[in-house]
């Protein structure tokens, strides 16, 4: 059984960082993209940033481009998203997803797997 499971999320001030990550489990994710998104109260989900299944390939909103970074763990099963200078409108429930196909990409549609979330809150 495919399992994501996000950790590491809390709260934080603004300015402040936070790291979370999602382990996969159930099949081999090495040729996955991975990819967060974000969905805050009453807002539809967002992408957020995506890495494809080498690491080599990465992509990010505007609107967290310079804050946050996508990685990959080496056994390529755990991808975290570091997340710096946080602001108030970053906070959210974020989402993990992994796409079969290993291109990355920022369509939540064509992700094939996603966890169960962890909340993000932010404050001023």
């Known amino acids: 059984q495919v399992q994501l499971v996000e950790s590491g999320g809390g709260s934080v001030q603004a300015g402040g960082s936070l790291r979370v990550s999602c382990a996969a489990s159930g099949r081999t994710f090495g040729n996955y993209a991975m990819g967060w998104f974000r969905q805050a109260p009453e807002k539809e989900r967002e992408f957020v940033a995506s890495?494809?299944?080498?690491?080599?390939?990465?992509n990010y909103a505007d609107s967290v481009k310079s804050r946050f970074t996508i990685s990959r763990g080496n056994a390529k099963n755990t991808v975290y998203l570091q997340m710096n200078s946080l602001k108030p409108e970053d906070a959210a429930v974020y989402y993990c997803?992994?796409?079969?196909?290993?291109?990355?990409?920022?369509?939540?549609?064509?992700?094939?797997?996603w966890g169960q979330g962890t909340q993000v809150t932010v404050s001023s």
């Open positions: 997803a992994a796409r079969k196909l290993g291109l990355q990409t920022p369509v939540a549609s064509a992700y094939d797997y």
């Open positions: 890495i494809n299944w080498s690491g080599g390939s990465k």
